[in-house]
Nanobody
């Protein structure tokens, strides 16, 4: 089994900064893409940022220049540094990872439970 545990979500004022962490544990051979999604009330879940095992990144247009994703492959951990936060960034942030659990198996997607980020105006 694989568990993704997010942390770092809090209430912050607009213009502030926050860093989210997501640690993957369990039977893990490798992680391909790992990233962050968010879901605001009444809206669909959307990609925020993702990073490949090689370090290539992808960001939603709404967060480019403000958020930075990084990963520590040795710790199976991904981070999301969020700067210049806006009230519209308020959402539950979910970690998602494509994990291979056996040497000859494929990659399967796993989700964390989510962490609430609230940005007050």
């Amino acid at each position: 089994q694989v568990q993704l545990v997010e942390s770092g979500g809090v209430l912050v004022q607009a213009g502030g900064s926050l860093r989210l962490s997501c640690a993957a544990s369990g039977t893990i051979i490798s992680i391909n893409v790992i990233g962050w999604y968010r879901q605001a009330p009444g809206k669909q879940r959307e990609l925020v940022a993702a990073i490949t095992s090689g370090g290539s990144t992808n960001y939603a247009d709404s967060v480019k220049g403000r958020f930075t994703i990084s990963r520590d492959n040795a710790k199976n951990t991904v981070y999301l540094q969020m700067n210049s936060l806006k009230p519209e960034d308020t959402a539950v942030y979910y970690c998602n990872a494509d994990v291979r659990r056996t040497y000859y198996g494929g990659f399967y997607a796993y989700w964390g439970q989510g962490t609430q980020v609230t940005v007050s105006s």
